[in-house]
């Protein structure tokens, strides 16, 4: 296995919802306003202009995000940062935009989503084949030039998605942080964790052989949906790439990592 075929035990099993489910009347409104709203981004991705298409995309789903920040980035007119979470569902993606768009390194198949995998294109995403190390420096490369160039880029370390109950997910890959540590660029960990009604909640999961018409079917039935996203104080790329992953994760996951 490579750094980037990596695997996770989660299936769409996992996934529950923790609240009864909305009316079929408010489930057809939903679909109805995430079609439109992403058919919108498609223009707003060429300007850079995700946020308020992000925001009303989880509006329209009946999703609230709650942050404890205004931006993922840390302020540095040289350098960008780059931001490391846990992943879950494709919504952590939206979620982040919502607060502060930046660039992204996400899964090759993305761009051959409908509608989402063009705007994730024409927002500059750059896209990993997790299945062959071949291209893995020249992404390490072009993910350092983005840093160095002063733009800040989202990872997602364990380089595919937990559902949020099969232990703390999976152990962080160590390329995006070589990126860091040629760039100079700080390291900023975020925590995404969903809730129904203040409880834990796996129904926005997207794992195993999901689809994402499968996702969406249960997003937009889903009853009191919070996606809590929590930024972590960012530190410097000092150390090896191997201390700096162990690092980011036990503040992503609150448990300790052994390096």
């Known amino acids: 296995m490579n750094s980037w075929a990596v695997c996770s035990p989660c299936t769409p099993r996992c996934v529950t919802h923790s609240r009864p489910s909305v009316t079929t009347m408010e489930t057809a409104r939903r679909w109805t306003a995430a079609a439109g709203i992403l058919a919108g981004a498609l223009p707003a991705a060429a300007h850079g202009e995700l946020g308020p298409s992000a925001r009303r995309l989880l509006s329209g789903l009946g999703v609230e995000v709650a942050a404890n920040t205004e931006r993922l980035s840390v302020p540095d007119e040289a350098r960008g940062t780059l931001i490391v979470a846990n992943h879950l569902s494709w919504l952590d993606i939206i979620a982040a935009l919502a607060v502060e768009p930046t660039g992204f390194l996400a899964k090759a198949e993305l761009r051959r989503w409908p509608v989402v995998g063009r705007v994730a294109a024409r927002a500059g ?109 960012p530190f410097a790329p000092d150390g090896d790439r191997r201390e700096l992953a162990a690092r980011a994760q036990a503040v992503i996951t609150g448990e300790p990592v052994h390096v």
């Open 125 to 233: 995403t750059r896209f990993v084949d997790r299945g062959t190390l071949r291209g893995l420096p020249a992404v390490v490369a072009g993910l350092s030039a983005t840093l160095a160039a002063g733009r800040s880029v989202l990872v997602f370390p364990e380089g595919t998605t937990w559902c949020g109950r099969c232990g703390s997910g999976g152990p962080f890959r160590r390329a995006a942080f070589q990126a860091a540590i040629d760039a100079g660029a700080p390291i900023r960990p975020v925590t995404f964790a969903y809730h129904q009604a203040g409880r834990p909640s796996t129904v926005a999961s997207f794992v195993g052989d999901d689809t994402l018409f499968d996702s969406l079917r249960r997003i937009t039935r889903a009853r009191d949906l919070r996606i809590d996203l929590t930024a972590h104080p």
